[in-house]
């Protein structure tokens, strides 16, 4: 007999212990045996599911998962045996976008074959993904868990991203890849690379190349154009797209250690505060054609480098001040009784968003270019929305599609106290945002009209690396990016209309952060392991 998982059944139901839980999910009574090696197999010539088939064999032909509320659990008796899995896609086109159809069916009998049917390679994917999770293991043999099985699954939201800052401090491209491992497994499908910033510059540019060369933190610390190919056709194995930011004109310090020509408040000390919001201080100087030229020629460099159709333009933390007092802003100002700093500024962005759409990209930035400019963008920029939860309705009221990045929320960077190292005090966005913190936002809060929910087309954890590294980077990210990736593909709200609870998923997070650790993801514990072992043991009354 088949029945419907009830929300409160999954942690203590092998077969339901999948992160993200999906859309719909039914299941029987039944165990089926696996084979140590199942046969996977696809009817394509997609070299991306061949690709994700072999990966997916090898994962499942090594793990051995055990759910840790199942330690004491002897191997339950089988009724039948899994023969294979079939993949049938609608067709083979690779095109990976923010359009992208990621649905999937999954259906595992008592006995036979099971199948996973997608639209797109990409839906077979996180089917994928979800099949592997479903196969736990009891002494050292493995099976699925109340068979028969039928999911049926699509996410939520098309963006659901993880942004890292390899500026601040640098990660190897092997440390990129793993992370891009540990987003497949929890269905994130956007690695947003803020890759430089005022600190450095460790990316190849061949239209600048004195950049890489004078900013970056040294030869070892640098990514070739060679990198970022292999790290984007990695991504996209996996089906994350790979959006670059190069952030202008604000947190751009870097370009003026080789072209401090079309620089303003380069470095300024002490009193940095004065005019960036962290040292070194340096922003484009707008007033002066040629630093809106060499934006324009950034941008016309890198959007052939990074295949993605967003790019992302920045434009925080812009700081007045920077402009106020520079000399040759002040003196294009004399000269130009009808200009301000404000019009300059939003000549500047009018020039670096055409040069974006020359580049036949849609345009991202942050929330300041939206709210803190007089510059009115195109209406298909994608607006990230990070200073106020409420900046989310308030960007769609305005008919702007928003990626919601709450610092209030998705700031993963959060909680270490200041990095500045005479001032023993929190940092600005404190307390640590736990993954109960985490889970519990809602993206569609406070937005009641059908039309403006559907503008909130994202959701992305960030990691600014002022205190985050290569040794640091899975503890601060897993599991609490998994947090936020279920409740951006699955929702706030079960089948039944209920939102969902930290209590009521906590033994399937359990689960899951066991299993990432299995794969080789340093994802730091949610409790001790007797809470794990004991569902419900450790919730408050």
């Known amino acids: 007999m088949k029945i419907a998982v009830a929300l409160a059944g999954l942690a203590a139901m092998a077969a339901a212990a999948v992160w993200p839980v999906p859309a719909v999910f039914t299941t029987g009574n039944d165990t089926t045996a696996v084979p140590s090696g199942p046969m996977l197999a696809g009817n394509t010539t997609s070299a991306i599911l061949n690709d994700a088939l072999e990966r997916y064999r090898a994962i499942i032909s090594k793990e051995t998962f055990t759910p840790p509320a199942d330690y004491k659990m002897q191997l339950p008796a089988t009724a039948g045996k899994l023969s294979a899995l079939e993949v049938r896609l609608s067709c083979d086109d690779e095109t990976l976008s923010l359009g992208t159809d990621e649905s999937y069916t999954l259906d595992i009998p008592v006995s036979g074959k099971a199948s996973i049917t997608a639209a797109t390679v990409y839906g077979a994917l996180r089917g994928l993904e979800t099949f592997s999770q479903l196969i736990v293991a009891y002494s050292g043999s493995r099976v699925i868990r109340n ?59 061949r239209a600048y190349p004195g950049l ?47 072209y401090p020509e079309i620089m303003s408040c380069m470095n300024k000390q002490p009193g940095w505060d004065k005019y960036a919001a962290e040292p070194p201080s340096g922003q484009l100087n707008i007033a002066k054609p040629a630093a809106a030229d060499f934006a324009a020629g950034l941008i016309g460099e890198y959007t052939k480098l990074f295949t993605d159709e967003v790019f992302h333009l920045g434009g925080d933390e812009v700081n007045r001040n920077c402009w106020s007092e520079d000399p040759d802003v002040k003196a294009y100002l004399a000269a130009h009784s009808n200009a301000t700093v404000e019009t300059l500024l939003a000549d500047f962005y009018t020039k670096v968003h055409a040069a974006v759409g020359a580049g036949q990209r849609v345009g991202m930035s942050w929330e300041e270019t939206l ?79 059908s039309a403006q929910r559907e503008l909130i087309i994202g959701a992305e954890v960030a990691l600014w690396s002022e205190q985050a590294d290569p040794v640091s980077l899975d503890n601060y990210l897993w599991p609490r990016a998994a947090a936020m990736a279920e409740t951006a593909w699955s929702g706030k709200k079960d089948a039944s209309g209920q939102v969902r609870t930290t209590a009521q998923v906590v033994q399937r997070l359990h689960d899951q952060r066991f299993r990432m650790v299995g794969r080789g993801i340093g994802a730091v514990p949610l409790q001790p392991l007797w809470c794990a072992r004991n569902p419900g043991g450790c919730l408050l009354p």
């Open 371 to 449: 709210f803190k400019s007089e510059y009115v963008p195109p209406k298909d920029t994608i607006i990230q929305t990070w200073i106020d939860e409420q900046s989310i309705p308030k960007t769609v009221a305005r008919g702007y599609r928003s990626v919601a990045s709450p610092a209030s929320a998705y700031y993963l960077d959060c909680g270490h106290g200041a990095w500045l190292a005479n001032f023993d005090g929190n940092s600005w966005c404190d307390p640590y945002k736990s993954w109960m913190h985490v889970y519990n936002f809602d993206p569609w809060a406070n937005v009641t009209s």
């Open 147 to 205: 068979t028969p099985v039928h999911i049926e699954d699509r996410p939520a939201l098309a963006h659901r991203g993880l942004l890292l800052d390899t500026s601040r401090n640098y990660y190897p491209v092997a440390d990129l890849k793993r992370t891009l491992d540990a987003m497949s497994y929890n269905k994130l499908n956007v690695f947003h690379w803020h890759i430089v910033d005022a600190q450095s510059w460790p990316v190849e540019s």
């Open 212 to 258: 890489q060369k004078n900013s970056s933190y040294g030869a070892d610390m640098r990514y070739s154009y060679g990198d970022v190919q292999d790290v984007i056709s990695y991504a996209r194995a996996r089906g994350i797209r790979v959006i670059p930011e190069f952030d202008m004109p604000g947190h751009m310090f870097v370009v003026g250690e080789t």
